[in-house]
């Protein structure tokens, strides 16, 4: 081709390209389909990421027992200290003493270092606690939030003074204000005087956690959690109920109770990654099963507890049948599934039910649903998942079952999980799927090809990994929107989906991406994080049949990248359309609202961006957030319609009352 004939030719295709066709897509609004559950857009949990330890649990001191195996990690200890093993707390049976140091000049005392440092707020308060006794008469602390490495005059910058003055373990308590922001403070505690004294659980809190409770969540953390107003929120994980092997799988008994007195589990995420090493990372279980209920209910989401179904990791032990409990011996792990049902709904006069209450919840935490299995595959789940099958239905017939189809999300091994989850008639089945970004524009018709007399569907993990780029970047954000069309369109088989994992410290991350990252002080809201909020706050509560040219619109050949699927809020009256233009164009639509008369007004929702590889961060945190919006829908010869040009790579809400 001569230059001439190419440049004409270029300015051609780039003359069509700014006139794209305009779609035209049909949305019946006089018919509402499958009910959209409550439990659509949830939340999962999972202790990977110093998720609980280091971020949502409010606790600021790392290895507050002396339990890690290596007794004084986390801690600086000076002068005269001595680890003793004989404490108040049966589980937690170390503790330190402080003794004289010699000469009235030098220290006794021990120092923390958090996760990561420890993070405090000007203004803010912080409650430090401690069992101690004084076993020669009293004994005083003092205990300073200091900066070690400031060039300034002092370390310290608040300080408070602790008298402790009986010789039998008591619980006391000083708080202490910050006068300054740090990410990176420290606790020091120095013995005044020559008397000794015994402390055992040395703990920092905010007072002003989430809802204020004592042993509560750090604020910021779980207020972002509320704000995606999730349906479901699912707990402890992820591999981490499965244990390595069984000896540090999760277990739910050990995590309720009195916190001092919950033993130490190591975290199976310290070792995973050899790339990623995290040594001192264990779980204190303060954050554990009542207090996941309990922030289930605050934050208005069903509560959803995976159980181990008896088996250790199946990735770290593949065929090895000995790492997991023989099946004749099983009855201890069902017996936990059954008492934490009773736990939860049992009334206070049963077993776990008191327990419960005397926890401060009498009142039952009503829960619907329990899965049993995380990432299982074969038979030797089938087998072991039978037998929790029958005995759950068999005491608690109203609870949901939810199985799983293994790490795949498709294959032989999905085949053969969904096989077995429907002869044993379970509830719903969880699927995961960590996938690039082909997968998930290409999927946009999974759940149309679904057997509809079979068990539902929980898309339990999920999130969009760029190939060679695995972390939050706008891109694959805006795929994860596009793929959720068709959870939404699919609404009568897909009952809950959760994006994972859920949160992540920028300075101790094994896992990536992640849908909330924070420092010790900060956070910031992935765009991941902004499109399940985008769904979850605009579910509606039924589906309406959306098709451009009779077909659904899933990125299909001939759909120009475009994605979309529209549901009824009856409660308000209110179409709510999604449309998600993957394409590198902008794309016109024209979306005729069946079942509508006349101009309207219809609000937008938009979540838009020109740089693919762009991100929130800490200091960037709303770089790329939804922006709400308006436009005026015309009046067509039948019925309403939106006329829009879509931005490239751009996802947009349409909110018409009807
Ligand atoms: O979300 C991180 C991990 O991914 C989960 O623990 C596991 O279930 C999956 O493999």
Redesign the pocket.
């Known amino acids: 081709m001569n230059k001439k004939l190419l440049t004409c030719a270029l300015a051609l295709s780039a003359a069509m390209a700014s006139f794209a066709q305009t779609h035209v897509m049909d949305v019946n609004t006089k018919k509402a389909g499958a009910t959209v559950q409550n439990t659509m857009y949830g939340l999962f949990f999972?202790d990977?990421n110093y998720a609980a330890d280091g971020g949502l649990y409010g606790e600021l001191v790392k290895n507050r027992s002396f339990e890690f195996p290596q007794s004084f990690m986390g801690w600086q200890t000076f002068g005269n200290v001595t680890l003793k093993n004989d404490g108040p707390f049966e589980r937690c049976p170390h503790y330190v003493e402080l003794g004289y140091a010699g000469h009235s000049e030098r220290r006794t005392g021990l120092v923390n270092e958090g996760y990561f440092g420890i993070g405090v707020i000007k203004g803010e308060e912080y409650r430090f606690t401690v069992w101690a006794k004084a076993p020669k008469g009293t004994a005083r602390i003092r205990v300073q939030l200091i900066d070690a490495n400031t060039m300034g005059e002092r370390q310290d910058f608040a300080t408070a003074k602790l008298d402790v003055n009986g010789t039998e373990w008591k619980k006391y308590e000083v708080r202490i204000k910050s006068p300054r922001t740090d990410n990176k403070a420290s606790l020091r505690i120095f013995l005044d005087g020559k008397n000794p004294v015994a402390l055992e659980h040395i703990s920092l809190f905010p007072v002003n956690t989430f809802k204020n409770r004592e042993n509560g969540m750090r604020r910021d953390i779980a207020q972002a959690l509320a704000d995606m107003h999730p349906g479901v929120l699912r707990f402890p994980?992820?591999?981490?109920v499965e244990g390595e092997c069984l000896d540090n799988r999760y277990q739910w008994k050990n995590t309720i109770g009195p916190v001092e007195n919950r033993p130490l589990n190591r975290n199976r995420w310290e070792f995973t990654f050899e790339h990623r090493y995290y040594p001192d990372y264990f779980q204190s279980y303060g954050l554990g099963f009542f207090e996941f209920f309990q922030l289930s209910e605050d934050i208005g989401a069903e509560p959803l507890p995976v159980l181990n179904v008896g088996m250790a990791c199946q990735y770290q032990n593949r065929n090895n049948e000995k790492a997991h409990v023989p099946v004749d011996e099983l009855d201890p792990y069902i017996q936990d599934c059954l008492d934490l049902i009773e736990f939860a709904n049992g009334d206070t006069t049963t077993t776990w039910g008191k327990k419960r209450a005397e926890m401060g919840h009498p009142a039952p935490f009503n829960l619907k649903f329990i899965a049993v299995g995380?990432?299982q595959w074969g038979d030797f789940y089938f087998v072991r998942m039978q037998k929790f099958v029958d005995a759950i239905r068999a005491k608690y017939p109203k609870i949901q079952i939810i199985g799983t189809s293994g790490?795949d999300s498709e294959g032989k091994n999905f085949d053969l999980g969904w096989e077995a989850m429907k002869r044993q008639k379970v509830d719903l089945v969880d699927e995961?799927f960590?996938r690039p970004e082909s997968w998930f524009l290409t999927s946009g018709l999974r759940y149309e090809k679904y057997d509809r007399k079979g068990p539902k569907v929980f898309a339990g993990?999920y999130a969009c990994h760029g190939k060679g780029k695995k972390w939050n970047h706008y891109e694959t954000s805006l795929y994860e929107a596009a793929f959720m069309t068709d959870l939404e369109r699919n609404a009568d088989i897909v009952h809950m989906a959760t994006y994972?994992?859920m949160l992540a410290h920028v300075e101790g991350w094994q896992?990536r991406p992640d849908l909330i990252w924070y420092d010790n002080v900060r956070l910031f809201k992935s765009v991941s994080y902004y499109v399940q909020q985008m769904y979850a706050m605009n579910k509606g509560t039924n589906v309406l049949t959306m098709t451009m040219d009779g077909q659904p619109i899933a990125g299909q050949e001939g759909q120009d990248g475009l994605f979309a699927s529209s549901v009824i809020d009856k409660t308000s009256g209110t179409v709510i359309v999604k449309v998600i233009n993957t394409n590198k164009q902008k794309q016109p639509v024209s979306i005729n609202l069946s079942g509508i008369k006349g101009e309207r007004k219809a609000e937008t929702i938009t979540l838009t961006c020109t740089d693919m590889m762009a991100e929130n961060t800490l200091d960037e945190p709303e770089k790329i957030v939804p922006q709400e919006g308006s436009l005026n829908c015309e009046a067509g010869k039948k019925n309403t319609v939106i006329n829009d040009e879509i931005a490239p790579m751009t996802f947009r809400i349409y909110k018409v009352k009807k």
Do not use: M
């Not at 994980?237 to 981490?240: A, L, R, S, V, Y």
């Open positions: 999972e990977i994980g992820g591999c981490i995380n990432e790490p995961h960590y993990e994972a994992p896992w």
